[in-house]
């Protein structure tokens, strides 16, 4: 059936920007600027003169500095599509060439990975004159958590991206380990994209390493990538068998896919929960390439399975997948 067009002299709607968890930072730096220069006894005293300047409403403050008003630039550009989007990221350049952010999304939208690979650098180095070298000694370890840093962090991975895209496989890899090194917690969820990485370069002993870093990570993608490791490294049985069940537990649906019996669908999940169907599309997503490249891998996968699968495991609460 035919989709209905507008009726002459209707403008069409436009369809609504979907929702970028970026701009959830604008409200934090806007806390950020209205508590600098206040001394507060306890974070109870801090939390109730937010509450009061707030008085329900979403908290304004206005930037302080030419950075701070590109970022603003940038937080208007991620509400919007088309045209204007980059329109305000050039404006962001304009006000504030070290907006490492306004890079970032320029790349995003670039149709040429070798423009975009460009940009990325540019936002790179944007970031890091930002930040400024002591950043670089006196935050290791939490970099994350400090606000100034997370548009440095997205244009480095998304550097590491472009240059994984282009065929330059160490650099892209160096990238997501000092990244890593930096923000061990990983808030970026980076761990997953070099875990699929060490696969396609075949590193499993970096890939033991970054698996046992991160030894109560309780995902699919964490539970079958440790199942995986277990089969390239000493084959079909024991630890192998034992991992692969674990994996089973902790989502169910991943091997149907994995075997071809039922097909991805044509748009990735923007939300994904623990053990649930779309945790295993974004799964197979990115790491079907891994098992498809292990040899016997997919027929060990079948004949577990058809053994000693579980029932499906109870759903838990749905979670944004990584971007």
């Not at 008085?55 to 045209?83: M, N, R, S, W």
């Not at 079909?236 to 991992?243: E, L, M, N, S, T």
């Not at 649906?253 to 649930?276: M, N, T």
Request: hydrophobic share 40%.
């Amino acid at each position: 059936m035919p989709s209905r067009k507008p009726r002459h002299g209707q403008r069409q709607q436009a369809a609504p920007v979907p929702f970028d968890r970026r701009v959830m930072e604008q409200q934090m730096q806007a806390i950020t600027r209205l508590l600098e220069g206040h001394d507060f006894a306890s974070l109870d005293e801090a939390n109730a003169f937010i509450q009061q300047l707030a008085g329900g409403q979403p908290l304004a403050a206005p930037p302080a500095t030419p950075l701070e008003e590109a970022q603003e630039l940038v937080y208007q550009a991620l509400e919007t599509t088309g045209p204007r989007r980059g329109q305000l990221a050039r404006r962001a350049l304009e006000r504030a060439p070290d907006c490492a952010d306004a890079y970032v999304l320029l790349a995003e939208d670039a149709g040429d990975p070798q423009e975009a690979l460009r940009l990325y650098e540019h936002g790179v180095r944007a970031g890091e004159r930002a930040l400024g070298r002591d950043a670089f000694q006196d935050d290791v370890g939490h970099f994350w958590g400090i606000l100034e840093t997370r548009p440095y962090m997205r244009a480095r991975q998304g550097l590491a991206a472009a240059l994984w895209h282009l065929g330059e496989r160490e650099a892209a890899l160096g990238h997501l380990r000092d990244l890593l090194r930096l923000n061990p917690g990983d808030n970026q969820g980076l761990r997953y994209t070099l875990a699929t990485w060490l696969f396609a370069v075949g590193d499993d002993a970096a890939l033991e390493h970054l698996l046992q870093a991160y030894p109560d990570e309780g995902s699919a993608t964490w539970a079958y990538t440790r199942a995986l490791a277990a089969f390239r490294r000493r084959g079909a049985g024991g630890p192998a068998d034992a991992a692969l069940r674990e994996a089973l537990t902790t989502n169910s649906f991943v091997p149907a896919y994995l075997l071809g019996l039922k097909k991805l669908p044509r748009q990735l999940p923007a939300y994904i929960g623990f053990g649930d169907e779309d945790e295993a599309v974004a799964y197979i997503a990115e790491a079907a390439e891994a098992w498809l490249a292990s040899p016997q891998a997919l027929a060990w996968l079948a004949t577990v399975v058809a053994r000693d699968a579980p029932p499906p495991a109870p759903v838990r609460p749905r979670r944004p997948r990584r971007t």
